[in-house]
């Protein structure tokens, strides 16, 4: 029997959003005949230009349709709705606008995905499962797919309800009704079980990961060239705090030779340039701005890298640590989001959210202590046990078998 896989993402393959779900469309697209990928919208408005093996297909966007359109399909269809009224009386969305319009469009997008789903599994013969890379697919809790496999991923954006001003729609109907729930962290799970009554046994630690780029031997390998290298990769915005970094290391003084490498760029990108123009020799500054992954992991490649730092004020599972410690590099990183399932003491610090510059500075110096070598080797095994790409896809691949 042949087995087709649909996936609900927000933009992939369009854009350059979801790059972690690229490398575990590799493992799942081995596993299954048939895949195919719905995407909500296309931020860039132009054709799919990642990779993406030959066995998947793409559907048009949902939003791909003018408003006027989306709003008709959305009032005309026959998706049933019953579960949002409950969740309109339960969470009172009447008392507040801002409520009631999240509730609407997710209301209206339902109705439309409801209708294109229904399209779909009339065309396709075999076993089904179904796979939301978000946790906002409605259409998990109808009855159009209660003979399907239904797997829910969890993040940060699409799952903390604080961040949304404490209302995401219809949540707790969808983790209700999808066969097993797929969090990427730990807090993630445990928040499930505690705040939603969800049964731990259909909740599944969900690592994402990222590949191997050298073996173990290639990553030792490297030698101190004497320069204290440091690296960050993030948006530059108020969030990441990307400034602090620059005050930080203003403030290595006694220091020879001082790089800093920072990759990625956003709303703060100039002021960061202006802010970073006058540096003492000793220290060079290298602002990349956005910058391809293939080339990030050839600068790791390359060089001695001393630290990794990330000091945002909010986080999920960070990726760009994943990368990092993946060539065995220590991070200093705050006590945000899930970092802390990540980074500790033994591979790096993790330090309070409001860290100070000078703080930040003392940790980057403390380098030159006799554990700082045990960091280096600690973050690699971190990366090998918990986020090593290979191992934790060919995992989810054998649960997608067990539903």
Known sequence: MSRTLICLTASFPHGMRE???????QYLAKDFDRVIILPKYNPYKVDASRKIPSNVEVIPPVLSMNKSKRFVNGIFSAAP??????????????LSFGRFKSWFQSLLMHRIIYRKFKNLLREIEGEIVIYSYWADAPVIGTRL??????????????????????????????????????PISEEIRNRLIRDYGVDRHKIHLSNLGVLAIENKEEVFAKKDDGVLRIVSCSRVDPIKRVGLIADAIFMLEGEQSVEWHHFGDGINFDALKEKVSQTPEHISIHLHGWTEQSDIYRFYRQNYITWF?????????????????SFGVPSIATD?????????????FLVLENIT????????????????????EKAYQMWEEKFNADKNYKMLVEKFKDI
């Not at 790059?19 to 469309?25: A, D, G, I, P, Q």
């Not at 707790?172 to 729930?181: F, H």
């Not at 510059?357 to 280096?376: D, F, G, H, Q, T």
Request: net charge neutral; aromatic share 14%; charged share 30%.
């Open 19 to 25: 790059t972690y779900f690229e490398t575990e469309l």
């Open 81 to 94: 709705i019953g579960f949002y009224f409950e969740d309109f009386r339960e969470n009172k969305i009447y």
């Open 145 to 182: 797919l209660e003979k399907h496999g239904k797997f829910v991923r969890m993040h940060r954006w699409d799952f903390y309800i604080e961040e949304h001003k404490g209302y995401l729609p219809v949540r707790r109907k969808i983790y209700q009704s999808a066969d097993m729930l797929l």
């Open 309 to 325: 730092i990330n000091v945002s004020r909010h986080e999920g599972v960070p990726v760009s640590i994943m990368e990092a410690i």
């Open 336 to 348: 945000v989001g899930a970092t802390r399932e990540m980074v500790n003491e033994n591979n790096g």
């Open 357 to 376: 510059a000078n703080e930040l500075a003392e940790l980057i110096l403390s380098y030159k202590r006799p554990e700082y070598v045990v960091k280096r």
